[in-house]
């Protein structure tokens, strides 16, 4: 059975590759999506949850932000993706993130600068997920992402299951 999806076009429900990939613009920046199934076929709601995930991937983006945020300020794991950055970049490249002239923070700065550059599906458990979506995050240092990223992973309503640090 074949069906539309947002991004991606019609896929067979019923006769699924297990890898679909995509390249999209958030923000004028480019974005890789992808989904990743386990079995050959999903139902029809397992479809409609993938279906309502996609139109809402603006939403989501916006409230991972949020959630990034929080996570910095509660002294979490997005301290320490920054505090590496801050160690282990050269003074050159810190000099492509961070405005030394900007009354923010050096901190602030990274975490300002961090963008969205993959969203991962695993709507049916695909590598033993527990969760149903994976958003990465980076820095880009000299024109290059950096292969640190800050991954908030939620389930199907967008709602968080965790934030970590990854490389």
Do not use: C
């Amino acid at each position: 059975m074949i069906k539309p999806l947002p991004y991606f076009g019609e896929i067979d429900i019923a006769a699924l590759l297990d890898y679909y990939n995509v390249n999209t613009t958030f923000d004028n920046k480019q974005v890789s999506l992808d989904i990743n199934f386990l079995n050959t076929s999903i139902s029809e709601g397992v479809y409609q949850r993938i279906n309502a995930f996609l139109d809402n991937i603006r939403e989501f983006n916006n409230q991972n932000k949020s959630i990034i945020e929080r996570n910095f300020k509660e002294g979490g794991e997005v301290v320490d993706y920054i505090q590496f950055h801050l160690e282990e970049l050269s003074e050159e490249e810190l000099a492509s993130i961070i405005d030394n002239n900007d009354s923010q923070s050096k901190d602030q700065q990274i975490l300002d600068s961090l963008r969205l550059v993959r969203i991962g599906l695993y709507p049916d458990g695909k590598y033993e997920t527990s969760y149903f979506a994976v958003f990465d995050y980076s820095i880009e240092i000299d024109g290059d992402l950096s292969n640190q990223l800050v991954v908030v992973k939620t389930n199907e309503r967008g709602e968080l299951d965790h934030v970590t640090w990854e490389s």
